[in-house]
């Protein structure tokens, strides 16, 4: 079972930035789909960003295109989600999840199993 933390998540400004990182232990990271998901008050829990276990590709909401990028560090075991020209409609809580299935590659994020959550980290964009 791999365990995730989340960090870099705060207040910000319409139009400004955060990174938000990622940092995965209890297996090999380098082998496995990594995700960021977020889930403002009352709504459900919405995919944000995925990248697969080799990095090659990422999948991305269409809310967020041109505006986050995902990236991974397998030599820190850490996935990252920068954000840029942040909207206070990106205002929510953001989860990390990592795919169940090692070295497994999928076409469309829909379809890995994200088996495993951080705790969730806050990101509060102010008008």
């Known amino acids: 079972q791999v365990q995730l933390v989340e960090s870099g998540g705060g207040l910000v400004q319409a139009g400004g930035s955060l990174r938000l990182s990622c940092a995965a232990s209890g297996r090999t990271f380098s082998s496995y789909a990594m995700g960021w998901f977020r889930q403002a008050p009352g709504k459900e829990r919405d995919f944000v960003e995925a990248i697969s276990w080799s990095g090659g590709v990422t999948y991305y909401a269409d809310s967020v295109k041109g505006r986050f990028t995902i990236s991974r560090d397998n030599a820190k075991n850490t996935v990252y989600l920068q954000m840029n020209s942040l909207k206070p409609e990106d205002t929510a809580v953001y989860y990390c999840?990592?795919?169940?299935?090692?070295?497994?590659?999928?076409?469309?994020?829909?379809?890995?199993?994200?088996?495993?959550w951080g705790q969730g980290t806050q990101v509060t964009v102010s008008s």
């Open positions: 999840t990592a795919e169940t299935r090692a070295e497994y590659y999928c076409p469309g994020y829909g379809c890995y199993n994200w088996g495993s």
